[in-house]
T-cell receptor
Framework: DQQVKQNSPSLSVQEGRISILNCDYT??????FLWYKKYPAEGPTFLIS?????DKNEDGRFTVFLNKSAKHLSLHIVPSQPGDSAVYFC??????????????FGTGTRLTVIP | DSGVTQTPKHLITATGQRVTLRCSPR?????VYWYQQSLDQGLQFLIQ???????AKGNILERFSAQQFPDLHSELNLSSLELGDSALYFC?????????????FGQGTRLTVV
């Protein structure tokens, strides 16, 4: 049973425009959410996170929004750059901990930024 | 480069066989985690070792086992392989054994069972 879902397998965006990647979860106990970025032939790398006590967290061009009532989070990338082309994984934790043994991952969304 | 090294990068083997995947953590990291990513699935946590001891267990099959050696490298052993075991296997490492630490992932081993 997939507790973290990324329903869009792929997304294409023009360079300079906004990329919005979506993630839904089913477990109301999740209280910490993370986004990872993965390039081909590399492992996932941590990008940005948000605690359930917040509804927004911003880091440069990356902003994560959390809607707890809808059990939905999104990652906004503005402006999108070709180097952002990668697979993005959403992950969630139920214990306010970010260690890798507590994470439930989505299936990923492949973002392509077109120059 | 995350500093986590996994070998081999690719592995093709037949059903019923046994394989060993190897992971060298980042220098100074004591924890090693193993994850499996099957087709169209998210990463699934399998097992964690901290300083040689098993720390946490996830959805790991009984046919699978792991260990962490005194030099802190880890091996994941997969036996009686089935077609459904074909997947990307990621290793990650972190400094601590407590859970509130960032983990760094290796590039993965792609296992194909034919």
């Amino acid at each position: 049973d997939q507790q973290v879902k990324q329903n869009s397998p792929s997304l294409s965006v023009q360079e300079g425009r906004i990329s919005i990647l979506n993630c839904d979860y089913t477990n109301s106990m999740f209280d910490y959410f993370l986004w990872y970025k993965k390039y081909p032939a590399e492992g996932p790398t941590f990008l940005i996170s948000i605690s359930s006590i917040k509804d927004k967290n911003e880091d440069g061009r990356f902003t994560v929004f959390l809607n707890k009532s809808a059990k939905h989070l999104s990652l906004h990338i503005v402006p999108s750059q070709p180097g952002d082309s990668a697979v993005y994984f959403c992950a969630a934790s139920a214990t306010r901990q970010t260690g890798a043994n507590n994470l439930f991952f989505g299936t990923g969304t492949r973002l392509t930024v077109i120059p | 480069d995350s500093g986590v090294t996994q070998t081999p990068k690719h592995l093709i083997t037949a059903t019923g066989q046994r394989v060993t995947l190897r992971c060298s953590p980042r220098s100074g990291d004591l924890s090693v985690y193993w994850y499996q990513q099957s087709l169209d699935q998210g990463l699934q946590f399998l097992i964690q070792y901290y300083n040689g001891e098993e720390r946490a267990k996830g959805n790991i099959l009984e046919r699978f086992s792991a260990q962490q050696f005194p030099d802190l490298h880890s091996e994941l052993n997969l036996s009686s392989l089935e077609l459904g075991d074909s997947a990307l296997y990621f290793c990650a490492s972190s400094v601590g054994g407590t859970d509130n630490t960032e983990a760094f992932f290796g590039q993965g081993t792609r296992l194909t069972v034919v």
